[in-house]
């Protein structure tokens, strides 16, 4: 199975909509956009966390996963017991504030896209096991995946994305699968 992550642009409007009622929203349907990291996130992470201090790495960490949440309500006095297959990643809706987007906004629009290609290092993502597991490349087809270029473009594509939500002073939901 593979790992990726979508963000979602929220409103605020529509953000306190659904800290009001969590179990009956479809972000999909209060989004404003969304953007989709198909197994890469984990290599924008390490790239951009190069030569950076511990603050700035954890915030980088905090874009892809976010410590703070909304909870879903969970029943479990329905349950008879606690079966492996609960799937407790639905008991959250896990976000950043309008204040950690600006601060987000603020590192990611000091880097530019030659910068981030300068940083891209297929050998390094690959000893440092990052993953997925030994599939960067330098360069390769052009819709091939896990590619210099590929990477540099989902970096100008999150720069995008996170300027608009600073913009609109929106929340910036996070969903692994």
Do not use: C
């Amino acid at each position: 199975m593979s790992q990726s992550i979508t963000l979602y642009r929220v409103s605020q409007e529509n953000f306190e909509a659904m800290k009001a009622n969590p179990a009956g929203t479809v972000i999909l349907n209060i989004s404003k956009e969304n953007l989709v990291f198909p197994q890469t996130f984990e290599g924008l992470k390490f790239i951009l966390s190069k030569e950076q201090d511990e603050e700035t790495v954890s915030l980088l960490e905090q874009i892809f996963y976010p410590e703070s949440y909304i909870s879903k309500e969970l029943d479990v006095d329905s349950q008879e017991t606690l079966s492996e297959d609960l799937d407790f990643e639905n008991t959250a809706i896990y976000y950043n504030d309008k204040e950690e987007v600006a601060d987000m906004h603020a590192f990611l629009s000091n880097i530019s896209v030659e910068q981030f290609h300068q940083l891209y290092d297929a050998k390094e993502l690959n000893e440092n096991g990052v993953y997925p597991y030994n599939v960067w490349i330098e360069e390769g087809e052009a819709d091939r995946a896990f590619t210099r270029k590929h990477l540099a473009q989902e970096f100008a594509d999150l720069k995008e994305f996170i300027a608009a939500a600073k913009t609109d002073n929106d929340y910036v939901l996070s969903l692994v699968w």
